[in-house]
């Protein structure tokens, strides 16, 4: 295929939801740096200054815009900031890892609900990405190697997250994975019935990791999931990810796989892999002890049988690299896990 990224012209307006987030703030980066104007919707604007202070001196305030959703479930915040809005990167999801399925699932099913109806009667629209999650798709299993595919459903995460107890310390990522099936089920099964006016396609991003675009202190996320086991935690939500093992990304690839679908004009009803090379949790621990051997790293977890996890990411390595003119490679080891700038928290190295 010969790409184009030209379905939304330079200069366009660019909904970001979720921006001050790992993923949403490196999206809004890139797409200023890409000649766009953003809208970028967060619950808070007071908290995220900085981020839009450093967005406001790079860019100038007519290129950004920061707006506060308290509710993204209520249809008239939709109203406002989809006005005039030629292209949605939805990142907005409930990321409170909570171990009460109540107060997750239906949250994010009202969410993605609220969000896809508000957007198919906004007729400026051309384009809409929504973050998926890999969970969507497959989990990984002890011993068992898997071939996974864009039509692969890891539907049994619902059953699961409505069975697990609330104290079972896998209870928070049982619960989040249910509602990435049930968020991205919801939007197809809209698209698929209703056919709206524009372009739609989703994302599923492995474990994220690289450097954060958000000066913001205090945010909580799968980079700082690796932090904490840095610390030296070692019952923490890095050690649930990887138990067993899966595949990581850079944070600015996940950012370059959405710009790329957004603005793709023959890119449309798909499912975009945004995954790269296998870490297992032992391969950071040692690579932490190399780059800083006066430091006390955490022993090995030996987690046995440990599975091969191949998938099918031509098509996202294909556009990635054609969109990056070839520097994007979705396995970019400078950016990997054990990079010195993958860390933000009270600690930084």
């Known amino acids: 295929m010969s790409f184009t990224f030209k379905r939304i012209e330079p200069g366009s307006l660019v909904l970001v939801t979720g921006a001050t987030g790992l993923i949403g703030s490196s999206v809004a980066v890139l797409l200023l740096d890409s000649g766009y104007k953003v809208r970028a919707a967060t619950r808070s604007v007071e908290k995220q200054k900085p981020f839009q202070q450093m967005l406001e001196s790079n860019y100038g305030k007519d290129a950004i815009e920061f707006v506060g959703v308290k509710d993204y479930t209520d249809p008239a915040a939709w109203d406002e900031i989809l006005k005039d809005v030629q292209?949605?990167?939805?990142?907005?999801?409930?990321?409170?890892f909570s171990p009460k399925y109540e107060e997750v699932v239906p949250t994010v099913e009202a969410l993605t609900k609220t969000f896809i109806n508000a957007t198919s009667k906004a007729s400026s629209v051309k384009s809409v990405v929504l973050t998926s999650s890999r969970i969507a798709a497959y989990d990984p299993v002890f011993g068992q190697d898997l071939n996974v595919t864009v039509n692969d459903?890891?539907?049994?995460?619902?059953?699961?997250?409505k069975a697990i107890k609330q104290d079972d310390p896998m209870a928070p990522i049982a619960i989040y994975a249910a509602s990435k099936v049930v968020g991205e089920h919801m939007a197809w099964d809209f698209v698929k019935h209703n056919r709206p006016h524009f372009a739609f396609n989703t994302v599923l991003p492995e474990f994220v990791a690289g450097p954060v675009a958000n000066p913001t202190p205090g945010m909580y996320s799968?980079?700082?999931?690796?932090?904490?086991?840095?610390?030296?935690?070692?019952?923490?939500?890095?050690?649930?990810?990887?138990?067993?093992?899966?595949?990581?990304v850079d944070v600015r690839d996940v950012a370059a796989v959405h710009v790329a679908g957004l603005l793709e004009t023959h890119l449309d009803g798909q499912r975009l892999w945004a995954s790269a090379h296998k870490h297992t949790i032992d391969d950071i621990l040692a690579a932490w002890r190399e780059a800083f051997p006066d430091r006390k790293i955490?022993?090995?977890f030996k987690?046995?049988?440990?599975?091969d996890i191949n998938v099918d990411d031509e098509q996202s390595t294909a556009l990635l690299k054609a969109f990056t003119g070839g520097i994007g490679t979705l396995s970019r080891r400078q950016s990997s896990p054990t990079c010195k700038a993958c860390f933000s928290s009270s600690e930084r190295i």
Do not use: C, E
């Open 298 to 300: 955490l022993p090995d």
């Open 87 to 96: 292209g949605v990167i939805h990142l907005a999801s409930d990321l409170s």
């Open 153 to 161: 459903w890891a539907d049994y995460h619902i059953d699961n997250a």
């Open 222 to 248: 799968t980079h700082t999931f690796l932090n904490d086991l840095f610390l030296g935690k070692s019952d923490g939500p890095a050690v649930a990810f990887m138990r067993p093992a899966g595949r990581f």
């Open 303 to 307: 987690f046995p049988n440990q599975p």
